[in-house]
């Protein structure tokens, strides 16, 4: 049974994704080395985060789809400007971000890179993306990450998941003749017949 890394990597594949702009640490260093032993997907590493959300923003209006990972707090809220960005733009950008184990929040730990809570990155990306998932469990994380890329697909927008580092490689838990996945929206007939004209 492959990884919930394995199943993002994979997802990512079908997305025809080809690049992935970003920077190393340590909450995302378990995916960040399985994303650069993929042969499909380039990884394409940045000196900040910044440049990393830029590149992505930039290569998703050429290309059609960028994508771009990062670490927790001190990495993704650098790149909050270049989401915005093509939230406004409506260019699609998947944002990886690793984050404190499950574990590690239960136990209430003060961990680095903390910022009040450990939603509030997730609150924030709320508000610049399209849909914004956590996988803090892996029998839900397949169903989130195809519901996040359906979402993408759909808006045309970036879509932010937050994977912790405990739940990286564990074995994913989708059935997906038992969950089903995601629906797209249906579209309206009546804008389509005049966009048609």
């Given amino acids: 049974m492959p ?26 260093l378990n995916f960040y080395k399985k994303l650069s032993d993929r042969e499909k997907i380039d990884l394409v590493n940045c000196t900040d985060e910044a440049h990393a959300g830029f590149a992505a923003n930039a290569y998703a209006r050429i290309k059609g789809l960028g994508a771009v990972c990062v670490t927790y707090n001190v ?3 650098k790149i909050a400007n270049s989401v915005a960005c093509a939230y406004a733009e409506r260019c699609p950008v998947v944002i990886i971000s690793g984050s404190p184990g ?3 929040r239960k136990e209430g730990m003060l961990l680095h890179h903390m910022v009040r809570s450990f939603g509030c990155q997730k609150d924030i ?21 195809d519901a996040a890329f359906e979402a993408m697909m759909y808006h045309k927008q970036p879509i932010y998941i937050e994977l912790p580092r405990d739940i990286a490689d564990k074995p994913i838990g989708y059935d997906v003749y038992r969950q089903g996945t ?13 966009a048609l004209t």
Avoid: W
């Fill in 102 to 104: 499950i574990n590690e």
């Fill in 182 to 194: 995601p629906v797209s929206p249906k579209s309206d007939e009546q804008n389509f017949e005049e």
């Fill in 125 to 145: 990306f709320d508000n610049l993306t399209c849909a914004s998932v956590v996988l803090d469990d892996p029998s839900t994380a397949g169903y989130k990450i």
């Fill in 3 to 28: 990884s919930v890394s394995d199943f993002l990597l994979e997802r990512m594949e079908c997305a025809k994704i080809q690049h992935v702009f970003g920077v190393p640490g340590d909450y995302v």
């Fill in 75 to 77: 990495g993704a809220l």
